[in-house]
């Protein structure tokens, strides 16, 4: 069973910046892709970026592309999230997720929710106007 533990949320005004961390055991961190999703009130959970368990592979949402970057902290086990020039449209619960397909190498196409086994039980983010 993998566990995975987000931190970093909190409410920020538009504009600002925000670094959502993902915890995780060091086995799962070498061995698993993880991926950032968010849910908004009444929305579906939508994903934001993915990272393969090498930090070779990186996917991003294309309407997020350059405002959020994420990566690998070897030292700390974890899956960071930068989020830059937030909006109010990028409040949400922010999850990370973990795909149990041990060291996939390519996740180009992992951009559903069923394509991870894994969930943590997420942060919020808030972006005030």
């Known amino acids: 069973q993998v566990e995975l533990v987000e931190s970093g949320g909190g409410l920020v005004q538009a504009g600002g910046s925000l670094r959502l961390s993902c915890a995780t055991s060091?086995?799962?961190?070498?061995?698993?892709?993880i991926g950032w999703f968010r849910q908004a009130p009444g929305k579906e959970r939508e994903f934001v970026a993915a990272?393969?368990?090498?930090?070779?592979?990186?996917s991003y949402s294309d309407s997020l592309k350059g405002r959020f970057t994420i990566s690998k902290d070897n030292a700390k086990n974890t899956v960071d999230l930068q989020m830059d020039n937030l909006k109010p449209d990028d409040t949400a619960v922010y999850y990370c997720?973990?795909?149990?397909?041990?060291?996939?190498?390519?996740?180009?196409?992992?951009?559903?929710?069923?394509?991870?086994?894994?969930w943590g039980q997420g942060t919020q983010v808030t972006v005030s106007s």
């Open positions: 990272i393969s368990w090498s930090g070779g592979s990186i």
């Open positions: 997720a973990a795909d149990l397909a041990w060291r996939r190498a390519n996740i180009a196409t992992m951009r559903h929710k069923d394509d991870f086994g894994a």
């Open positions: 060091k086995r799962a961190f070498a061995s698993y892709a």
